[in-house]
């Protein structure tokens, strides 16, 4: 346990900046769910997927 404690110490802005990346990526992929249809994919949510 203290040697995953040590990891999270010397690398947490490493970790902060990869989850905020994560968190953007997906905020932009619900935004953009027509040009980016992630959510589709990975979720298999079909806003946006329906024919008019």
Do not use: N, Q, W
Request: one cysteine or more; a negative charge; proline letters at 4%.
């Amino acid at each position: 346990m203290s040697g995953m404690s040590a990891t999270v110490e010397t690398h947490h802005r490493k970790i902060i900046a990869g989850l905020l990346f994560v968190i953007l990526f997906f905020a932009a992929a619900c935004t953009f769910h027509d040009t980016l249809p992630i959510c589709h994919y990975l979720f298999g949510c079909d806003h946006g997927m329906h024919p008019m």
